[in-house]
């Protein structure tokens, strides 16, 4: 059965600081693969997604993913991070109808 | 409405009492799933409709919980007998299409959820 791991539970950066959040898969294929991003009391929302081609996708709010068939992951990046950025993060992989979601990393960003 | 809405947004009963949950799907979208999300765990799968249809029931983890959507819209996920394990937040999705393959997937919109308390 395909699974997804999220190694962080919790990671804290400072405003401004570079931000990389982990997602690794089980699956014989390639997936599809997204990240998504939940802010308190709201909805699941898509950052990026990776279906094929390309193996750096960008996303919005200026989030980028890459790729890596090698390693079976897909982490998640942003060059500067905001305190808006402050939220859940879900990783989550897709195939024939089956989504499965990491268990989510906790961001804390600091002022 | 512009999005995925759910109902009630915050739900607290005693144990053993059915709950009934609510999730109004964008108009229009085919496809509607449920999950739940339980304390620092990811999203769990519990059910996906086609149109009325669940093709997918595997996710549901017992008997006690139940799924209907009625005119390919809303959907209600019932929980009987409610158990203290049971808390967790419900989160609800829709897309326009299904997932047969891997072409006709679409993205899921997701609800707000219902935070859902068994004491």
């Known amino acids: 059965a395909q699974s997804v791991t999220q190694p962080d539970i919790h990671i804290t950066v400072s405003e401004g600081a570079s931000l990389e959040l982990r997602c690794n898969y089980s699956y014989g294929a390639t997936p599809y693969l997204f990240w998504y991003v939940q802010s308190p009391g709201q909805g699941l929302q898509l950052l990026l997604k990776?279906?094929?081609?390309?193996?750096l996708v960008q996303g919005i709010k200026g989030f980028e993913a890459e790729f890596k068939r090698s390693q079976s992951s897909f982490n998640l990046r942003k060059p500067s991070v905001h305190w808006s950025d402050a939220a859940e993060y879900f990783c989550a992989v897709y195939n024939n109808n089956d989504m499965r979601f990491g268990a989510g990393t906790r961001l804390t960003v600091k002022p | 409405g512009a999005g995925v809405s759910q109902s009630p947004s915050n739900k607290v009963t005693e144990k053993g009492k059915d709950v009934e949950l609510r999730c109004d799907p964008i108009s229009g979208h085919t496809a509607l799933y449920w999950y739940r999300q339980s304390l620092g765990q990811g999203l769990e799968f519990l059910i996906y409709f086609q149109g009325n249809s669940a093709p997918d029931k595997s996710g549901l983890p017992s008997d006690r919980f139940s799924a209907e959507r009625t005119g390919g819209s809303v959907s209600t996920l019932t929980i009987q007998r409610t158990q203290q394990e049971d808390s967790a937040v419900y989160l609800c999705?829709?897309?326009?299409?299904?997932?047969?393959?891997?072409?006709?997937?679409?993205?899921?919109?997701f609800g707000p959820g219902t935070r859902l308390t068994v004491l």
């Open positions: 990776y279906f094929s081609g390309d193996t």
């Open positions: 999705a829709s897309s326009p299409k299904t997932g047969t393959s891997g072409a006709a997937y679409n993205e899921q919109f």
